[in-house]
């Protein structure tokens, strides 16, 4: 369930439970971990950039996605654009994230917003890579509020101790999964729901290893 794959922030004991949910599971959500003006700065940053028509649609005819991607949108943004909030994203962190990652400094691999609209079926399980190194770590923020039908992230257990896991999740939250994890943008079957709205990124332990080939 989304809780047992979750760790609060504000509970003691929480860097172990996340620390023991990463090297378990390969998942970590932390729900509702960024306050209101801060998700909505970055709301607002991703709108901007979703409809900046110079930016290419990395999500047209993807191929995990069984509509190719038609209704999904995902555009790549510069670092520093929004590299205040995860300095505190990674600065609420940092205990579990030295011990995750296996260092006290992390690297900003990547950067991106995904837009899920109504309409858009569930993607194919994938893998962002093959290669293991827990040293490296998908991260979505939600910018917004997201149900189970209105395209969560759904996950497989990395212990294949059950089915998959759906993760609806408020905006702020905060998720975090090894890049060789099976998972899959959900489908978003709520007419008339807004989009589920996410950024994207990737962080990187001082010592880890990304190949320079991968299905991200």
């Known amino acids: 369930t989304v809780a047992q794959l979750s760790a609060d922030t504000s509970s003691p004991g ?6 023991e949910l990463w090297q378990g599971q390969g998942v970590v959500a932390f729900p509702s971990m960024l306050n209101a003006s801060m998700v909505r700065a970055l709301r607002d940053r991703a709108r901007a950039a979703l409809l ?14 069984g509509d190719k991607g038609s209704l999904r949108q995902w ?8 590299q205040g909030v995860l300095q505190s994203v990674a600065q ?8 995750a990652l296996q260092s006290s400094r992390q690297l900003v691999g990547e950067l991106a917003v995904l837009r899920t609209r109504a309409g858009s079926v569930a ?18 923020i939600s910018l917004t509020d997201t149900e ?20 609806p999740l408020p905006e ?12 899959r943008g959900g489908g978003h079957t709520l007419s008339g729901r807004e989009d589920r709205i996410v950024l994207t990124s ?15």
């Open 14 to 19: 929480w860097v172990q439970h996340a620390v």
């Open 52 to 65: 900046d028509g110079s930016r290419r649609n990395y999500a047209a005819g993807y191929r995990a996605a």
């Open 75 to 82: 555009v790549y943004l510069a670092v520093d654009e929004s």
């Open 92 to 99: 609420v962190l940092s205990p579990f994230l030295a011990d």
């Open 123 to 140: 993607q194919d399980w994938h893998v962002d890579t093959f290669f293991a190194d827990k040293r490296v770590a998908a991260v979505q």
């Open 148 to 167: 189970a039908a209105q395209g969560a992230l759904e996950v497989l257990p990395a212990d294949a101790s059950g089915p998959n896991v759906k993760l």
């Open 172 to 183: 702020g939250s905060v998720t975090l999964y090894r890049l060789d994890y099976w998972h």
């Open 202 to 216: 990737v962080l990187v332990g001082e010592h880890g290893f990304v190949p320079c080939e991968n299905d991200i």
